[in-house]
């Protein structure tokens, strides 16, 4: 049989037995709709989903009520901006920061605020030679949007201490962390980060696709939605909602992947990062001249740039050898735009990948650019 090798945990992670029997059993035995009946079928539910919350503010120093589902980072990033945007006290003369590191789903909703002109101005902040953001550089902004770690670079930003200099600039800065990289391999603590908000994806951690965790600190904001599940009661015009985190889940939630992703969490807990396979990769491929590497040896990614051939034509020619990696600009043009060139290819090892399947790679690789 022919060999296929998938090493895209950055896009998305393969999925674990857990996660898939978790959820299979949960349709064939255990389905019904969350916060919506009160049958003991619909109250297992409840209690499944409660669980999952709860784990989840373990998994990231959270308390529940500060837990919120999503279907994703980009929902959730997306979800913060309609939120903040939904306050009485919005103001439409406000300033935010982001940094080249970022994704396009944790910037451009802040941009096409800024070009719709609900935004005043955007400060870029400086990235220093490793690709650190600047504390220097942070300025006395409304907003902040801090990638936690890079989808192309792969290395841990420190969070706490970003958030520490945007405060020393504006005590009310409000702070969003992108940690859809970050929650495979670093821990999350929200509290000792001081954030305001924080998203990931559970299917970047072996969870299934559609389910997202949005971290609220102030559960008394308005939320963004109205619907089915968040309200306790309305008199006439007097809406009364439920408490958080339930006012900010209007309709129906991915329960059956919300079911799976405790399981992911244990998963992606028990994960070593495959450091030594990212080594092996990458001192093999640091070798080649017609190589150039973007990130450094305790990165958790390999990104790279093969000098002889265009990024897009060298992931097809690795995808014809069964071999599935990213390339092109990974939804981060702008770190890209700053190291003035198209794309990249990236190589990023998940918790199925093997030193068998890291040689291979490294064979093909060699293959190519000989
Ligand atoms: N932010 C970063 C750093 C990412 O790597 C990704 C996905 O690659 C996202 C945000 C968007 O995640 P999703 O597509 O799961 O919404």
């Given at each position: 049989?022919?060999?296929?090798?998938?090493?895209?945990?950055?896009?998305?992670?393969?999925?674990?037995?857990?996660?898939?029997?978790?959820?299979?059993?949960?349709?064939?035995?255990?389905?019904?709709?969350?916060?919506?009946?009160?049958?003991?079928?619909?109250?297992?539910?409840?209690?499944?989903?409660?669980?999952?919350?709860?784990?989840?503010?373990?998994?990231?120093?959270?308390?529940?009520?500060?837990?919120?589902?999503?279907?994703?980072?980009?929902?959730?990033m997306n979800r913060i901006v309609n939120i903040l945007t939904s306050q009485p006290s919005y103001a439409e003369?406000?300033?935010?920061?982001?940094?080249?590191?970022?994704?396009?789903?944790?910037?451009?909703?802040?941009?096409?605020?800024?070009?719709?002109?609900?935004?005043?101005?955007?400060?870029?902040?400086?990235?220093?030679?490793?690709?650190?953001?600047?504390?220097?550089?942070?300025?006395?902004?409304?907003?902040?949007?801090?990638?936690?770690?890079?989808?192309?670079?792969?290395?841990?930003?420190?969070?706490?201490?970003?958030?520490?200099?945007?405060?020393l600039k504006n005590p009310k800065v409000i702070t969003i962390v992108d940690a859809a990289q970050y929650v495979a391999h670093e821990k999350i603590d929200v509290k000792k980060w001081d954030c305001d908000f924080c998203v990931f994806s559970g299917h970047k951690i072996g969870s299934d696709t559609g389910v997202g965790v949005l971290y609220i600190r102030d559960t008394n904001l308005f939320p963004d939605k109205y619907g089915g599940g968040m309200v306790n009661r309305i008199n006439g015009n007097n809406i009364v909602l439920n408490k958080s985190p339930e006012k900010f889940e209007a309709g129906t939630l991915p329960i059956t992947q919300i079911v799976g992703l405790p399981y992911a969490i244990d998963y992606c807990k028990n994960w070593d990062g495959g450091q030594d396979i990212i080594?092996?990769?990458?001192?093999?491929?640091?070798?080649?001249?017609?190589?150039?590497?973007?990130?450094?040896?305790?990165?958790?990614?390999?990104?790279?740039?093969?000098?002889?051939?265009?990024?897009?034509?060298?992931?097809?020619?690795?995808?014809?050898?069964?071999?599935?990696?990213?390339?092109?600009?990974?939804?981060?043009?702008w770190i890209h735009k700053k190291l003035n060139i198209d794309g990249s290819v990236r190589v990023s090892p998940g918790p199925w990948n093997t030193m068998d399947d890291a040689k291979y790679v490294v064979d093909v690789i060699k293959g190519l650019v000989a």
């Open positions: 049989m022919k060999k296929f090798v998938y090493m895209d945990a950055a896009a998305s992670w393969l999925k674990p037995q857990s996660v898939i029997e978790s959820e299979a059993d949960f349709l064939r035995n255990s389905y019904a709709n969350a916060g919506r009946g009160i049958c003991a079928r619909a109250g297992l539910v409840d209690t499944l989903i409660d669980d999952a919350r709860g784990k989840v503010a373990d998994f990231i120093g959270a308390d529940k009520e500060n837990i919120v589902w999503t279907s994703g980072t980009t929902d959730g003369l406000s300033t935010f920061a982001v940094s080249d590191l970022d994704h396009h789903s944790a910037r451009l909703p802040w941009e096409n605020l800024f070009h719709s002109g609900k935004v005043r101005k955007e400060f870029i902040c400086d990235l220093d030679e490793n690709f650190n953001i600047k504390l220097d550089s942070i300025p006395k902004t409304d907003f902040l949007i801090i990638t936690a770690m890079s989808n192309v670079m792969g290395v841990a930003q420190d969070v706490a201490g970003i958030i520490r200099a945007a405060r080594h092996y990769i990458y001192d093999e491929l640091s070798k080649i001249e017609n190589i150039k590497l973007l990130t450094v040896r305790d990165s958790v990614m390999i990104s790279f740039v093969p000098q002889s051939m265009h990024v897009i034509d060298f992931g097809a020619m690795l995808g014809a050898k069964g071999i599935c990696v990213r390339v092109g600009n990974m939804c981060a043009s």
